[in-house]
């Protein structure tokens, strides 16, 4: 018994023993955590914000496309027979009525003789028929030949009337493959590679002659490119009419850049709208006509080409890289009071000094985020820099109008210069980003690790 009441009195004490260190551990936590400083509040991803441009500006339309040929031409064989000779190097430049290719000339040649001869023999007939016709008239006057026998003789000279005209048709068609056998350059351009090599024969004729080259006329050149429905709808309705189906009269100034440059180096006019719309595309093909005179241009290259909008109006402008598509509309992320991420769905006109028109959706007095948007999402707290971004009436812009229909740009927007310009602080405030007393930022900047780790305490001496 004595024992039992023994152990029991130790349980119990070794268990108030457990309690009295558990509690004083966590004091001493709870005092440890009370000495140190709170850590600030984690900043969000930096980000550059700037208001709109508003002013009054005019618009331009910017269309991709595609280069062709003002005029190409198959040089084919229009007489058989054997190459003889090559006058051009692949790829040179040719003037109309240059010499491409010679057939061997001498069956045609021959032929040529031959219908010549042809042609004085049915002169010398027409000429025995003409002598006979006269004196057969004069013995029938004299009673001395019959009536049926003038008409004979004018029915030989009238065969030999016709066998005179005859040869002579033969001798043209003669002398017409005789200049067939030298091909020659219908009209000045830049010519293909030979298909036929000297020796070969080559078949002339209307179906199945030989392919010989290929000829392209390059000054002028045309470039091809579609008109969505909603732009045509837009000029059509607008201040002008200069695309309008089929309106050549209304010659309108176009400027194009190639893929390799930012530039609108060349400068061409509008000169065809077609009369129909295509049902599957939704679009209608317009044509603008380029000067070439150095064949810079090739076709089938690629191209950028602008076209001034309709007449000038106040228009809200953005940074082109601030605009986001989805599937069914383009958006832009704006600054809320606290700092914060919004959205706001914009409608979208063409391109005005260097920047998007924006028709509907945005306030002069919101702040567009433009930098630092690729993994934003909308009431995520960011840290921003405020920026004003200025109109640059000789400003380049090589992006395209965002798709609505799914489909990402065809080109990537290029970088437009910013110059920054002081906030005024009553109009647009930028609030800091909330932060500890012991450790606040200076406004619109990131405290660094450096700043906001809380020191290490220093190790005990003799450890």
């Not at 010679?102 to 045609?108: A, E, K, L, N, S």
């Not at 590679?193 to 020796?199: C, I, T």
């Not at 599957?280 to 191209?303: H, I, S």
Request: one cysteine or more; a negative charge.
């Amino acid at each position: 018994m004595t024992k039992l009441t023994f152990t029991s009195a130790l349980f119990t004490l070794m268990i108030l023993l457990a309690a009295t260190g558990l509690s004083a551990c966590k004091e001493e936590g709870a005092s440890a955590d009370a000495q140190a400083p709170a850590a600030p509040a984690m900043a969000g991803p930096k980000v550059t914000a700037t208001l709109p441009v508003v002013k009054e500006v005019g618009q331009w339309e910017e269309f991709t496309g595609r280069f062709e040929a003002a005029a190409k031409v198959e040089i084919r064989a229009r007489v058989s027979g054997y190459l003889d000779q090559i006058h051009f190097k692949d790829g040179q430049t040719v003037k109309q009525g240059d010499l491409l290719f010679t057939i061997d000339q001498r069956p045609f040649q021959a032929s040529v003789r031959e219908a010549e001869a042809s042609l004085k023999s049915a002169q010398n007939g027409l000429n025995l028929a003409t002598k006979e016709l006269a004196r057969s008239e004069e013995l029938t006057k004299q009673g001395y030949s019959s009536k049926q026998t003038l008409d004979t003789k004018i029915e030989s000279k009238q065969t030999g009337l016709a066998n005179v005209d005859a040869a002579r048709a033969r001798l043209e068609q003669a002398k017409l493959d005789l200049e067939f056998t030298e091909v020659r350059a219908p009209f000045s351009g830049r010519i293909s590679r030979h298909m036929v090599d000297v020796g070969n024969l080559v078949t002339g004729g209307a179906q199945g002659a030989t392919l010989l080259t290929t000829v392209v006329a390059l000054d002028p050149i045309y470039f091809y490119f579609d008109i969505d429905e909603q732009t045509y709808l837009r000029y059509s309705r607008g201040e002008t009419s200069a695309v309008k189906s089929g309106a050549s009269e209304f010659l309108r100034p176009v400027q194009l850049a190639l893929t390799d440059s930012s530039n609108y180096e060349f400068a061409g006019t509008l000169d065809f709208v077609d009369t129909t719309l295509n049902e599957q595309t939704g679009t209608v093909r317009g044509r603008a006509t380029f000067q070439n005179t150095d064949y810079t241009l090739v076709p089938g290259m690629f191209g950028r080409a602008r076209i001034q909008g309709t007449g000038k109006k106040v228009a809200t402008l953005i940074p082109d890289e601030a605009v986001g598509v989805d599937q069914t509309r383009n958006f832009v992320y704006v600054l809320t009071d606290n700092n914060m991420i919004g959205t706001k769905t914009v409608k979208l006109g063409g391109l005005a000094e260097g920047l998007r028109v924006v028709t509907e959706g945005l306030e002069p007095t919101d702040k567009v985020v433009f930098k630092g948007i690729q993994m934003l999402r909308d009431g995520m707290p960011v840290t921003p820099e405020m920026t004003q971004i200025e109109s640059t009436p000789d400003a380049v812009i090589i992006s395209t109008t965002p798709s609505l229909d799914g489909a990402a740009p065809v080109e990537t927007p290029a970088a437009i210069t910013l110059e920054p310009a002081p906030v005024d602080v009553e109009a647009t405030p930028v609030e800091p980003v909330a932060a500890t007393p012991e450790a606040t930022p200076a406004e619109g900047l990131t405290p660094t690790p450096a700043e906001t780790e809380t020191p290490a305490p220093a190790p005990a001496e003799g450890q």
